[in-house]
């Protein structure tokens, strides 16, 4: 999961929204919790489950990013409860926005996003896909499929 979590934040920037997608155990939280140190935060990144959101400020803007906003969307309902919490606010520019069981909201997001799919193979490993949803420009297209390449992950690009 480590190697997962430096690879995408070496990629990721600003503005940037990542859906995650797995069963209950899957490594969904963990990936945000091993991914928030490399990029900066210095908090102890729990499952916002119950606050639904979380907010990780970094020490320093990394690569447009300035904090981590963290969704879980396992225990909403509707879709009025997502617009209470401040829907519009999860997506800022300067934030990398990670949501858990992001699925369930998907087709509300009006934006290019990437997602990732994990899923347990065993409870040591796990696989990954890493899809694209929307365009990116050919530059940052062809730098993730090359990172993507170099790590040895499968990617849908």
């Given at each position: 999961m480590s190697e997962m979590a430096a690879d995408l934040g070496a990629f990721l920037c600003g503005g940037d929204v990542v859906i995650l997608i797995g069963d209950i155990g899957a490594g969904k939280t963990t990936l945000v919790a091993e991914m928030a140190p490399l990029l900066g935060a210095h908090?102890?990144?729990t499952s916002p489950t119950f606050a639904i959101v979380a907010e990780y400020e970094l020490a320093n803007e990394y690569q447009g990013i300035k904090k981590i906003i963290h969704v879980d969307t396992y225990r909403l309902v509707g879709v009025n409860e997502l617009y209470d919490l401040g829907f519009e606010t999860i997506f800022a520019p300067h934030a990398l926005t990670m949501i858990e069981w992001g699925e369930r909201i998907e087709e509300y997001i009006d934006r290019n996003?990437?997602?990732l799919?994990?899923?347990e193979q065993t409870p040591?490993?796990?696989s990954f896909v890493f899809e694209v949803?929307?365009?990116l420009d050919k530059e940052r297209s062809s730098l993730l499929e090359n990172r993507l390449l170099e790590s040895g992950w499968y990617q849908n690009v």
């Open positions: 908090v102890q990144v996003h990437f997602r799919i994990i899923e040591d490993t796990r949803v929307g365009n």
